[in-house]
């Protein structure tokens, strides 16, 4: 019997460590592994039970070799308290990623650099080429979580988007403001 009572203390202490309610907004540096660049994000964050939290998040990952990235997620967050400020969690969601590809004309100045010509077609596109691509996808990760004080935390997230032709690895780490 003893042991018994002793499993569910630990177990009801384990799942009081975040306040249902509680929300949270996140800045947050990330890196995509696809896009190979550096993107800034925001993050939204309730917890709906002590231990589940929902978030919601858009990161912009700037262009490099001609190509941007953006995407809106939302994760659900499951809490594990592994020390008094510490957390860590498993995250499963959904994406919606949309990547640009914008050569601004770099084609026709690479064809004219080497002596050729492009042909005229009578539209005014200003001579550039823009392709746009949005999917939607899943979302699998885990991250991690310390909190400073009540009020301000810092938190490293790791997610695998899964996108038909799309799949990255995203890196983030922030700063959330607790309310």
Request: negative net charge; charged residues 20%; aromatic residues 16%.
């Amino acid at each position: 019997m003893r042991k018994v009572l002793l499993l569910v203390v630990t177990l009801v202490s384990l799942c009081s460590y975040a306040q249902k309610g509680e929300k949270s907004v996140n800045l947050q540096l990330g890196y995509g592994t696809e896009i190979k660049n550096v993107g800034l994000g925001a993050k939204f964050a309730y917890n709906v039970t002590d231990a589940i939290r929902l978030a919601p998040s858009f990161d912009y990952f700037f262009k490099k070799d001609f190509v941007s990235n953006w995407d809106i997620n939302v994760d659900a967050h499951y809490l594990f308290p592994i020390a008094d400020k510490f957390k860590v969690y498993p995250l499963v969601g959904l994406t919606y990623s949309s990547w640009k590809v914008d050569l601004g004309g770099a084609i026709e100045d690479a064809i004219e650099d080497m002596g050729g010509y492009i042909e005229d077609d009578g539209e005014d596109d200003g001579g550039s080429l823009n392709v746009t691509e949005g999917r939607f996808g899943m979302n699998i990760g885990a991250g991690i979580q310390y909190d400073i004080n009540q009020t301000w935390g810092l938190n490293f997230e790791f997610k695998y988007q899964i996108i038909k032709d799309f799949n990255q690895a995203v890196f983030n780490v922030g700063v959330a403001y607790k309310f």
